[in-house]
């Protein structure tokens, strides 16, 4: 059966290690591997652990009825395109139930009009791991900060918006922010 665990695990930035690591009872990197590729059988049981160890929901895992995959015709390399040397299919993505999207109407910083950005809601315990990166933080009244996460302390939190001439902000942490994870950009608009 054709899974989606190398996709997570990618869209994670896991290696095989880590994912090992993070099963209950640990395993090995070959284990998982085998699983990925399908040489091994992906039991139940093996669909828990490593739904676990990815921290998403086991259905994430799967190819569901209705799952779109794309076929890949083309890889492009220093020395110009060709085709795959074996049958290749990019899955589409899906949407886990933490994740939110952020539109843009205006270009701003590496961002142009018309880009989405999907984003995975970190808790307040998972923040340092955002650290140097852009963030989606909310604020009240439906209002929100979108820039780059400086600093944290015990409290706060430091965010450079990335409008031109934008000053450094110092916000409380709140419960969540939202970590970009797919830049999807409409070419040719």
Known sequence: MHNQIR????????????VAARCTPPTTAQTIGRLEMGTR????????????ALDVEPRA?????GDAELPICAVVAGD??????????AAMPFVEP?????RFAATLGDY????????RRLARADIAQAINRDILVPRPQGRFIFGRLLAIDAQNMQILPLADGARQQVV???????LPVQLVRQLGA
């Open 7 to 18: 996709t997570v695990r990618k869209a994670r930035r896991l290696t095989l290690e880590q």
């Open 172 to 178: 409380a942490q709140g419960d969540w922010l939202a």
């Open 98 to 102: 933490d994740m939110v999207g952020i």
């Open 112 to 119: 142009r009009r018309g880009d989405q950005l999907w984003c």
């Open 61 to 65: 895992l799967l190819n569901m009825a």
């Open 80 to 89: 110009g395109a060709h085709a795959p040397t074996k049958a290749e299919m």
């Open 41 to 52: 059988v992906l039991s139940l049981g093996w669909l828990n652990r490593i739904a676990a």
